[in-house]
């Protein structure tokens, strides 16, 4: 009888739980190999977000509301414009970025800025969201959640993605320059302003879009 308890202790001993295996980031690996500049420009943004999120309350209201063209922060005087004065006020802003973007990308110097766009970027949604939500508790985060977030997100990854696209043509203009040669990247630059044009159409859906959020829901808000 001991031979046998003794038999089946030692057989669940032997047998014990799986041993757990490590996650298998291949994928992960290969995604970042081929799209690291995405994960850099996201993660300038991001940080921009947190800085701007942090630093609200060192503007006044004053400097916040001259700002406005670039954060969504004066709320009131937007909220008159209807849906033109809406579509203007995104677009005019998202295009700011996008233009910049696009000139960084073309010039020999320009190309160090670019992650100074996201970090500008993510830092004007961080001051955008926390001014809301301070100075109009649950109701500023419930406006900002349902009506400007959606537009932010979509063309925040608009951006990464031309900023991506940027950094790879000027890396290509940058050794073009190096070693004294006019036309080898001509290819890239038609590539570059065609994903470019597309990217300004979508932008443009974008802020119609976002347009629409605001004279829709905008009146189920009083500030």
């Known amino acids: 009888m001991k031979g046998v308890i003794f038999t089946l202790k030692r057989r669940s001993v032997k047998r014990g739980f799986p041993a757990l295996k490590a996650p298998d980031l291949t994928v992960l690996k290969q995604f970042i190999r081929r799209r690291g500049s995405l994960v850099f420009f996201i993660a300038s943004m991001t940080a921009g977000l947190i800085v701007g999120s942090a630093s609200v309350n060192s503007f006044d209201k004053k400097t916040l509301y001259a700002l406005d063209f670039l954060f969504t922060t004066n709320l009131p005087e937007k909220l008159k414009g209807g849906f033109a004065g809406a579509f203007f006020a995104g677009f005019s ?24 766009i996201a970090f500008f970027k993510g ?49 290509k203009l940058f050794l073009n320059i190096v070693r004294g040669s006019a036309y ?27 347009a629409a959020l605001w004279f829709l829901f905008s009146g189920m808000f009083k500030f």
């Open 93 to 116: 802003s998202d295009f700011l970025f996008f233009i910049a973007a696009v000139f960084c990308s073309l010039s020999l110097f320009g190309g160090v800025l670019l992650p100074a």
């Open 123 to 171: 830092f004007g949604i961080g001051v955008s969201a926390a001014y809301l939500i301070s100075n109009y508790a649950f109701k500023g985060a419930l406006f900002y959640i349902l009506i400007i977030l959606p537009g932010v997100f979509v063309f925040g990854m608009i951006l990464v993605y031309e900023l991506s696209e940027g950094l790879s043509v000027y890396k």
């Open 184 to 210: 080898p990247a001509k290819g890239a630059l038609a590539a570059f302003f065609r994903k470019s044009v597309k990217l300004s159409a979508l932008t443009l859906a974008v802020s119609a879009g976002d």
